[in-house]
């Protein structure tokens, strides 16, 4: 069965610091890869989805970039946070076939002070 | 108008209550819905998966598509407080996902 992990779990950083999450996912082969935040009372907002490696879609302008290094692995960076950016980031996967279900990683919260 | 629209609640009943969670979407063209459920602090869970209109049923979840109103539904029957959560649809719009923003749910015992 396919599972996927996201670490760390929880993160605290100051404002002007560096981000490296991570994303990875067991089980299955060449997924399609999602990054989305959630910030209160906004809902979830895709922020880049991948796929393949090296290959990323950024859906809206901001402060953070992606990479796919590897078929299974996706980064979600910062070379400088804001506050803006505090949220819960929640990685996700799918199949290759158009429509094919969404999974979501358990997530990592972010607070930047 | 916001592709997906939800009421954020906070919906609240007792136990065994059957509950009815509600979305509607502006566009016509979309195919697929899906409704999520998250619990406190966690990643969203995938519930109910439908392509197109009709009924689907899983267990004590049902879930509805009418393409003519653009609206979908959820119906849970016999609610647990287990069933306390936050529930979210979708629909599949290209690779992504839009999500609603979340109906909250509280079952009290």
């Known amino acids: 069965s396919q599972t996927i992990h996201q670490w760390p779990a929880t993160l605290v950083q100051p404002v002007g610091s560096p981000l490296s999450l991570e994303c990875t996912v067991e089980?299955?082969?060449?997924?399609?890869l999602y990054w989305y935040r959630q910030a209160a009372g906004r809902g979830l907002q895709l922020l880049f989805y991948?796929?393949?490696?090296?290959?990323i879609s950024s859906e809206v302008p901001q402060n953070l970039s992606a990479s796919r290094p590897q078929d299974r692995q996706f980064i979600l960076s910062s070379k400088k946070l804001l506050l803006s950016d505090s949220g819960f980031y929640l990685c996700a996967w799918s199949g290759v076939a158009g429509g094919d279900e969404q999974f979501f990683g358990p997530g990592t919260r972010l607070t930047v002070l | 108008q916001k592709e997906v629209e939800q009421d954020p609640g906070p919906l609240s009943v007792p136990e065994g209550a059957i509950v009815s969670l509600n979305c509607t979407y502006s566009?016509?063209?979309?195919?697929?819905f899906m409704w999520y459920r998250q619990y406190s602090r966690k990643g969203p869970e995938l519930l109910m998966y439908t392509y197109s209109s009709g009924n689907k049923e899983d267990g004590r979840f049902t879930a509805q598509v009418d393409k003519s109103s653009k609206y979908i539904s959820l119906f849970i029957r016999d609610s647990q407080p287990s069933d306390s959560a936050t529930y979210l649809c979708?629909?599949?719009?290209?690779?992504?996902?839009?999500f609603g923003k979340g109906t909250t749910l509280s079952v009290s015992s």
């Open positions: 979708a629909t599949m719009a290209g690779t992504a996902l839009i």
């Open positions: 991948s796929v393949g490696i090296g290959q």
């Open positions: 089980g299955t082969s060449n997924p399609n």
């Open positions: 566009n016509s063209a979309f195919q697929y």
